[in-house]
């Protein structure tokens, strides 16, 4: 990387050759949005999605101060080392969100870019906005106070590498750890694709810029390729970061040497705590943040993501009282053996899957399945493995027991 000149330019730097590409390769690749009931699944590269919504918000009167990329993909291009996979596509989109009008223009404007991407043959003639948010939308979200304008449309993707178009007039805090706090600026490699017939190569692309909104793009870089976790004023994010925390803790990321980690753990919880008070509010986000953060290929994390985030909430907790505090371990508890449950259901399915049958149908064992914490017993089995969590559901309330 090279910096970029100017007061800010701690802010910022230029992608080097291999970034770009790393870039290009996303923005290339094809993500597959599915629809519910019959509407076909629409498969979709980054960059035409980026055109055509852009296009279609200048069409309708919309400025947009630039595209950006954010959150994971924009940390997975920008590493050096150690270059981790990416979840969800963040987009932004630098918009005017200043009256209601603004807010309705561009959420129709955005789902109606999704008609360019339906199969040929389907008939658009009755589909509205409103019938692609039915059938496309997994989530939708709008925040308008005096620190935060900006809209979310988050389309569904069953692998849980949702697109989310994100339309920002301001944003009091737009990162939770320095790791995740890099936004690439777009528009010049878009700019790239509408006029250049030639080729990227290692001595022809575009100049792209990144910024860390941390403040300083070294130390987030340094963070970033050390696997360090650090943050500014945690209980300004929304739920503590508690949660992305544990994520990255159970991704081998530990505290960088400057952080108080004790100091840090409490006020997440405390935060975590105070927007999410009630039971019902943490077993739904709990359980939609494991949908939403761990894929098929790192779902064996899930059950030591739910112990780190047990031991965080037990030793961290100071701002509940005996039995809520009680309650919300228990509630992590059930979690727990849910994920162990399903993961020995998969891993016993994906055995029987394995095994050969000789001549007469008989069943040749001459093989072992090593299942996601490594025994070799055969078959995995996390019940009698003795992966069960040490205290069962015995105090939650009848809505959580454990089925």
């Known amino acids: 990387?090279?910096?970029?000149?100017?007061?800010?330019?701690?802010?910022?730097?230029?992608l080097c050759h291999d970034q770009v590409s790393r870039l290009h390769e996303?923005?290339?690749e094809t993500v597959p949005i599915h629809g519910r009931g019959n509407f076909p699944t629409l498969e979709v590269k980054l960059k035409d999605l980026i055109q055509v919504v852009r296009r279609k918000l200048k069409e309708a009167g919309v400025s947009v101060r630039d595209v950006r990329l954010n959150g994971g993909g924009a940390s997975y291009i920008v590493g050096t080392e150690n270059v981790t996979p990416y979840n969800d596509l963040d987009l932004i989109f630098g918009v005017d969100l200043s009256t209601t009008n603004d807010l309705q223009k561009i959420k129709n404007t955005a789902l109606d870019s999704l008609l360019n991407f339906l199969p040929e043959g389907v008939n658009t003639d009755n589909m509205t906005s409103c019938t692609l948010k039915e059938a496309y939308v997994h989530k939708l979200v709008k925040v308008c106070n005096d620190n935060d304008r900006w809209s979310l449309i988050s389309l569904s993707n069953r692998t849980g590498r949702n697109v989310e178009l994100k339309f920002v007039d301001k944003m009091r805090r737009q990162y939770e750890f320095t790791v995740d706090s890099f936004q690439i600026i777009l528009d010049s490699l878009l700019t790239f694709?509408?006029?250049?017939?030639?080729?990227?190569?290692?001595?022809f692309y575009?100049?792209?810029i990144a910024e860390s909104v941390y403040g300083n793009f070294d130390e987030a870089m340094y963070h970033l390729n050390k696997k360090l976790i650090a943050t500014k004023q945690p209980e300004e994010i929304r739920g503590g970061g508690l949660l992305k925390y544990c994520n990255l803790l159970v991704r081998g990321y530990n505290a960088a040497p400057d952080v108080d980690i004790q100091?840090?753990?409490r006020y997440m919880c405390s935060r975590f705590f105070?927007?999410?008070?009630?039971?019902?509010?943490q077993k739904n986000k709990l359980e939609n943040y494991l949908v939403n953060h761990f894929r098929d290929d790192d779902e064996y994390l899930k059950y030591d993501y739910m112990r780190i985030l047990h031991r965080v909430v037990d030793e961290s907790t100071i701002c509940l009282m005996g039995h809520e505090r009680r309650q919300t371990l228990n509630l992590i508890q059930c979690i727990a053996y849910q994920v162990l449950?399903?993961?020995?259901?998969?891993?016993?399915?994906?055995?029987?899957e394995m095994q050969q049958f000789d001549s007469q149908n008989n069943l040749v064992i001459d093989q072992v399945f090593y299942g996601p914490y490594g025994n070799s017993s055969g078959y995995y089995n996390a019940m009698?493995?003795?992966?069960?969590?040490?205290?069962m559901c015995t105090s939650a309330p009848q809505y959580l027991q454990c089925s």
Do not use: W
């Open 1 to 14: 990387m090279e910096s970029v000149n100017g007061e800010s330019s701690n802010r910022f730097q230029v």
């Open 26 to 28: 996303v923005m290339e």
């Open 193 to 203: 694709y509408d006029v250049s017939q030639t080729p990227m190569s290692e001595h």
């Open 206 to 208: 575009p100049t792209v």
């Open 263 to 265: 100091i840090l753990e």
């Open 274 to 281: 105070i927007d999410f008070s009630d039971i019902a509010q």
């Open 341 to 352: 449950v399903e993961q020995d259901q998969k891993a016993q399915h994906k055995y029987f």
């Open 384 to 391: 009698n493995a003795g992966y069960m969590p040490q205290i």
